[in-house]
């Protein structure tokens, strides 16, 4: 006797078909990263281990983005890609010693390096609610001890203490982003930019930048004390 169609077998089949073919695709994603952090001679202990909070921090990123809208990203592709964008000038940089992050919005860079950088302070400003409690569950969800969250605008802190370095992503010009911390003590300043940006950089008077253009991203970087251009 022929057996009988069963469309929840059958669906149930598929289902579990396309989850293997996704966890697949994913762990080749995240062995790209993995590759760029030996790469910069991350220990491996180090890259283990940071491995797997940034997946906790994955998860809880695609569960928030759904229904928040956190960022325009949609796929696993593009979060390893958005990534891997981030994690490039770690090739550049001075060692980082301490880190502020202005406008984090979704985490990215700042909670992306805290996880491979456990030992490293970072403290991140972000002046939207929804974002700011993405974040605290972010960071609380992936175990990281080292990182503060502000629910504030950058120009309404006044930090005690200096940061080695100051990140900017997607927050505004080169002009925007060195009034907001006109405020603070000397440190290093970081700008991530996309190449659309290689023109404002041209027109700016300011001239305290190394320019790393790579792949889609254009990275502005300036070390206290030092002058270009």
Known sequence: MQKPFSITTDFTHTAMECLYYERIKMLKNIKR???FLYQIQLPK???NSGLEHLEKYRQHFFKWNQTHSLSRIQTQEEWVDYCLDCLYPLSFISPLESVLDVGSGSGIPALVWAVFF???PFVLVESKGKKVAFLKIATLSAGLKNVSIQHSRIEDLNFSNSFKLITFRAVGSIQTC???IAHLRQRDILLFKGQSAMQETY???THHFKFY????MLYLYHQEGENYG
């Open 178 to 180: 060195l009034q907001l």
């Open 213 to 216: 253009p790579h792949g889609r």
């Open 33 to 35: 990263i993995e590759e």
């Open 203 to 205: 027109n700016s008077k």
């Open 45 to 47: 202990d180090t890259i």
């Open 118 to 120: 456990p030992h490293i």
